[in-house]
Nanobody, 125 residues
Framework: VQLQASGGGLVQAGGSLRLSCAASGRTISGHAVAWFRQAPGMERRFVAAMPRTGNRDYYTDSVKGRFTISRDNARNTVYLQMNSVRPEDTAVYYC???????????????????WGLGTQVTVSS
C-alpha cells in the first residue's frame, strides 16, 4: 500500500483545511486508518483514527470538536477536516494505515504498517 497525503498549506488561526490521503496498490477498506502529526523537535503524535470496521472515530483531546476524520472506500481515500485551527496545530501531518490494528492500539504509531510522506500544515496567528 502506498499513501500520498496532500492538502497542507498556510492557514490563519480560526480557519479550515482539509487533508487528503490517497491510497494505491490495494484497498484500505479493511484497514484501520489514522492521522499523526509531528512538530519540529517533537515526537510524532496521534491526532485521529478510524478502526477497520464500524463508524466510531477517535481523537486526541486537543482536536476533539475541531477535527473530523473520514474515509471514502470507493475512492480509497482518507480525509482529515481541520476547523478552527490554532497555531499549535502547526506540524507535518502523516496518514497511516494498518490491517491488524486493534482498538486499544489505534493511537500508537508503531501499530501501523503503511505511512505517507506527510504534508506541512502551518497556522499563523
Amino acid at each position: 500500500v502506498q499513501l500520498q497525503a496532500s492538502g497542507g498549506g498556510l492557514v490563519q488561526a480560526g480557519g479550515s483545511l482539509r487533508l487528503s490521503c490517497a491510497a494505491s496498490g490495494r484497498t484500505i477498506s479493511g484497514h484501520a486508518v489514522a492521522w499523526f502529526r509531528q512538530a519540529p523537535g517533537m515526537e510524532r503524535r496521534f491526532v485521529a483514527a478510524m478502526p477497520r470496521t464500524g463508524n466510531r472515530d477517535y481523537y486526541t483531546d486537543s482536536v476533539k470538536g475541531r477535527f473530523t476524520i473520514s474515509r471514502d472506500n470507493a475512492r480509497n481515500t482518507v480525509y482529515l477536516q481541520m476547523n478552527s485551527v490554532r497555531p499549535e496545530d502547526t506540524a507535518v501531518y502523516y496518514c497511516a494505515a494498518g490491517p491488524g490494528v486493534i482498538t486499544s492500539s489505534l493511537a500508537s504509531h508503531t501499530a501501523y504498517a503503511y505511512w505517507g510522506l506527510g504534508t506541512q500544515v502551518t497556522v499563523s496567528s
